[in-house]
């Protein structure tokens, strides 16, 4: 089936299988290997990508074809201009990532959650990371970190983030 999904502002038409997952689509039609597999069952987050700049999806767990016509946000997507994206700055100065399997899947968990929740309280956010596994951090240091780049993408010189 062709398709045609819009990948960090960029338009990929693609023939896929019906059964390709949109995880591989990125990976291996793309070329995007930023977003991580971990689990291919749904449980560890590391896929995550954010879909039409509002819905945080498992791409492991949704088909390339349900995205056909959609915009999907990875962490290719995120540093704009060679400037490292708030989130992806905060991960780095609290210290919120280790080995690195997770990240990518975190902070794009983290753009649609401070997209629906700008002000999120230390619950929120470790309610809305539910989803987001990591072996390395204990977690305490990525909560720091989304608090970090809440406060930051609040401030009205980034509204345009
Ligand atoms: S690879 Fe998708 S949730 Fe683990
Ligand atoms: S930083 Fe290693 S799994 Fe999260």
């Not at 590391?46 to 999907?72: P, R, S």
């Not at 983290?110 to 809305?128: C, D, F, M, S, Y």
Request: with cysteine; hydrophobic share 35%; glycine share 10%.
């Amino acid at each position: 089936m062709k398709v045609t999904i819009t990948v960090n502002g960029t338009p990929y038409t693609r023939d896929v299988e019906p059964r390709t997952l949109l995880a591989y689509f990125l990976r291996e039609h793309c070329g995007l290997t930023g977003t991580h597999v971990g689990c291919d069952t749904s449980s560890c987050g590391c896929c995550v990508a954010v879909l039409d700049g509002q819905t945080a999806v498992k791409t492991c767990t949704m088909f390339a074809v349900q995205a056909d016509g959609h915009e999907i946000l990875t962490v290719e997507g995120l540093a704009a201009g060679g400037a490292l994206h708030p989130i992806q700055q905060a991960f780095s100065d609290q210290h919120g990532l280790h080995c690195g399997y997770c990240t990518p899947g975190m902070m794009l968990t983290t753009v649609a959650l401070l997209k629906h929740t700008p002000a999120p309280t230390e619950a929120q956010i470790r309610e809305g990371l539910a989803g987001n596994l990591c072996r390395c951090t204990g977690y305490n240091n990525i909560v720091k970190a989304v608090q970090q780049a809440a406060d930051v993408l609040r401030q009205p010189a980034a509204a345009t983030k």
